[in-house]
């Protein structure tokens, strides 16, 4: 019984896999015209890269580097210093509202979420998934107790219940609760409720910032 258990969620695991791939790569075909605009709209802004590159730890404590389009300006983490009394957030993630480091075109991406489309390349190459927990930074695992550490059970997401739940709004604890929760219960059918709910997310922008 727990042999067909196993395998049964095992195929499970290996269809959400292919359809990640599948509609990641269909996505990135169909908004490489969008992709490219983007691309070239951020390198004529202010000269810097158009990527932004970082690493997160990804499923079974996996490194892997994440990829979206760059939002603040090239030197954001040399003037992070001088924000740093200013920090909304929870003393682990820093978090401004009014971030003056972010740019003209970054502010509209972030507002659009359009900054995370270079992700669908993490997806393709199966870094992650296009449903499931936020990516969490190194320094953010380290912390994880064995209760919290289940989050690294699964791929992370490019959107997920945090993403269509309040997004940068949302406290750290609060994130880790609903992706604990999307870890314990996730169907392909949540999956795709989730995706769902993400276009309404996007469309309204709230907590994106």
């Not at 930074?137 to 997920?160: C, F, I, N, Q």
Request: aromatic share 8%.
């Amino acid at each position: 019984m727990v042999a067909s258990v196993h395998t049964s969620h095992t195929v499970v695991l290996v269809i959400k896999s292919f359809f990640d791939k599948i509609i990641a790569t269909a996505a990135l075909i169909a908004f490489s015209p969008v992709l490219a605009f983007i691309a070239l709209a951020i390198v004529l802004g202010d000269g810097g890269p158009a990527l932004f590159t970082q690493t997160r730890v990804g499923q079974d404590g996996q490194p892997f580097t994440v990829l979206k389009f760059r939002t603040m300006v090239p030197d954001a983490e040399r003037r992070k210093e001088a924000l740093l009394a200013l920090d909304e957030g929870d003393g682990l993630l820093f978090k401004l509202r009014k971030d003056p480091r972010i740019t003209t075109v970054g502010s509209w991406l972030r507002r659009t979420s359009l900054d995370e489309l270079p992700q669908l390349l993490n997806v393709v190459l199966g870094e992650m998934s296009l449903v499931g927990p936020r990516p969490a930074l190194p320094v953010e695992a380290a912390l994880y107790s064995d209760d919290v550490h289940r989050r690294l059970d699964v791929k992370p997401g490019m959107t997920g219940l945090w993403q269509i739940n309040g997004r940068s709004d949302l406290s750290r604890e609060d994130a880790v609760r609903l992706d604990l929760r999307y870890v314990k219960n996730w169907t392909l059918a949540l999956d795709l409720q989730i995706l769902w709910k993400t276009c309404g997310a996007v469309a309204n922008g709230r907590g994106a910032y």
